[in-house]
């Protein structure tokens, strides 16, 4: 493990209750999938960032669990306390800083299909020492990734409906690079659509033509980072 690196924390639900605003497109086998293959993504994205030391993903479902460490990221069980996925990455943050000590901290949305490990890096680059920062999503109300840039403070994590506003509200600092990846949740037709277009990662791109999303995916490919 490299001293001094980012520890990264990404949160997964029960497959079963994953993408619900989906339901219309997809069934919900599909969606389960689809939900593994864009977390196949962004954990294989940000393991290859040289400052990320780790990866935790923090899941009560097994099938997440048992995909992880294929990926590169460590397994932290969600435990039974946790109310939401805010509590969830707390516990996950402060396990982490337990074993590691006061080390920086990354809060990432696992749906990040088109991340390229170079925005990441740039992002961490940006983010000022000392504080917690954000990276708003492309909706400009949620939060694609928390940063916390100091070893003292922690996680505090808002992520939830308008988490942009909540992370801004509590102090963080909003980062403004040119990182579409990052900013590409997927929560809609629509953004998964943005997702092909701007150049899925491998995983998601093969669920999408297996399940023949659309016309478009079979002529996609993932772009240069």
């Given at each position: 493990m490299r001293p001094h690196s980012v520890h990264a924390v990404i949160a997964v639900k029960n497959l079963d209750l994953a993408k619900s605003r989906l339901a219309d497109r997809l069934r919900p086998e599909h969606r389960a999938r689809l939900v593994l293959a864009m977390l196949a993504d962004t954990v294989t994205a940000?393991?290859?960032?040289?400052?990320?030391?780790?990866?935790?993903?923090?899941?009560?479902?097994p099938t997440v669990a048992a995909l992880a460490p294929g990926l590169g990221a460590v397994v932290h069980p969600e435990p039974r306390s946790a109310a939401d996925l805010n509590s969830a990455l707390a516990d996950a943050a402060a396990a982490l800083r337990a074993q590691?000590?006061?080390?920086?901290?990354?809060?990432l949305q696992a749906d990040l299909p088109?991340?390229?490990?170079?925005?990441?890096a740039d992002m961490l680059a940006t983010a000022p020492a000392g504080k917690r920062s954000v990276v708003i999503d492309h909706a400009g109300t949620g939060t694609a990734a928390l940063f916390v840039g100091d070893g003292t403070l922690t996680l505090d994590p808002r992520f939830g409906p308008n988490s942009?506003?909540?992370?801004?509200?509590?102090?963080?600092?909003?980062?403004?690079?040119?990182?579409?990846?990052?900013?590409?949740?997927?929560?809609t037709a629509a953004d998964l659509d943005a997702a092909v277009a701007l150049g899925a990662g491998p995983a998601t791109r093969a669920l999408l033509r297996e399940i023949s999303w659309s016309p478009e995916v079979?002529?996609?490919?993932?772009?240069?980072c």
């Open positions: 940000a393991v290859a960032v040289p400052r990320i030391g780790s990866v935790t993903v923090v899941t009560p479902d590691h000590g006061p080390v920086e901290l990354l809060a088109a991340l390229c490990p170079e925005e990441l942009a506003q909540a992370h801004r509200a509590a102090g963080a600092v909003d980062l403004a690079g040119d990182w579409p990846g990052l900013r590409l949740d997927v929560d079979h002529e996609a490919v993932r772009r240069v």
